[in-house]
């Protein structure tokens, strides 16, 4: 077989696996093509920043050029929805069939809209053949700022499946937080943290132990501490990597030097997702490619890759059986 007719074949393998993103940022994702069509004169084609070698020069320039596209286009609910639409029809195109996505909580005060609308408006751009859960991310500080009130209501928000701790990880995590997150727990929803993307793994063990989490977004400078590495594996903690982003933020120098194949080895369940489409150009499909190209991940590495997302899916157990079967089928092929 010649080397463009395994790669095609490897890109269908790569289609026809059902695939999971759970880790998915909505502002994040906002289609750059909705912002061209917008704005043509302020959106050029191919601006830098979203180009393969583009490097973030830190977590700030990263967030400052997301916030200055996304905040002009996420100014009311049915601006929402119109992006999640887009967004999840290139999901329904890759063949994924399950997501988790989480709004910016704080936005809500921006543009005064309460969460349940924005929810609502995710909700219904959601098409028939993919399952969506949404979750509210919000900063460190928010939890001793004007949004505790809001906060203090997430567990009654019916359709929020739960709740994640993001943005820049040199933020101290507030006195309390254990507590929400255990009364969020106790009332159905996933808890979820970012830690060990600039941070060390010291922020893995208190996203572990202190706030009691079993998802961490990202985690892989956990690979920095064996004894957090045991510790995460040891409590069934699930890791959701974002390896085309670790590389474009400098969290990793290379996807060759990506640590998820060591991850999986010391028995952690990872994920494989794109983070922030919108400042990384990235689809599903090419962070499975990348680990194929660059990590030399086999169909069995990748169709495990699939397997985890399933296992971790908010999902009926007789969903969750039919995917994992059929991935199986795929890698026996």
Request: charge should be negative.
């Amino acid at each position: 077989m010649t080397r463009n007719h395994q790669e095609a074949a490897l890109a269908e393998f790569i289609q026809a696996l059902p695939k999971t993103e759970t880790h998915l940022h909505l502002e994040g994702a906002l289609p750059y093509e909705l912002l061209m069509a917008w704005k043509p004169e302020e959106y050029p084609p191919d601006p830098a920043f979203r180009r393969s070698d583009y490097r973030y020069a830190s977590f700030p320039d990263f967030e400052g050029i997301l916030l200055a596209h996304a905040l002009p286009w996420f100014t009311n609910a049915d601006r929402y929805f119109e992006a999640a639409k887009a967004i999840f029809a290139k999901h329904v195109a890759q063949n994924v069939r399950y997501v988790e996505t989480s709004f910016h909580l704080p936005v809500t005060r921006f543009i005064n809209v309460p969460g349940p609308d924005i929810i609502a408006a995710i909700r219904a751009a959601v098409p028939a053949g993919l399952d969506v859960r949404i979750f509210a991310g919000m900063l460190r500080s928010d939890l001793v700022g004007e949004l505790r009130p809001t906060i203090d209501q997430l567990s009654g928000w019916d359709d929020l499946a739960g709740v994640d701790l993001h943005g820049f990880e040199a933020m101290r995590t507030e006195p309390g937080t254990a507590e929400v997150w255990a009364r969020l727990r106790a009332a159905g929803k996933i808890t979820k943290c970012h830690a060990g993307e600039f941070g060390g793994p010291d922020r893995v063990r208190e996203a572990i132990e202190e706030l009691g989490v079993n998802r961490i977004q990202h985690g892989v400078r956990a690979i920095e501490d064996a004894a957090v590495v045991r510790l995460a594996a040891q409590r069934g903690v699930t890791f959701d990597l974002c390896p085309i982003s670790n590389v474009r933020l400098k969290v990793v120098p290379s996807l060759r030097e990506h640590p998820i194949r060591r991850l999986l080895r010391a028995g952690i369940r990872c994920t494989v997702s794109t983070d922030d489409p919108l400042n990384f150009a990235n689809t599903i499909n090419d962070e499975y490619a990348a680990l194929a190209a660059e990590l030399d991940f086999t169909r069995a590495e990748l169709a495990q890759i699939a397997r985890n997302g399933w296992e971790i899916a908010d999902l009926s157990t007789a969903m969750r059986k039919e995917m994992i079967a059929t991935i199986g089928s795929l890698a026996d092929e």
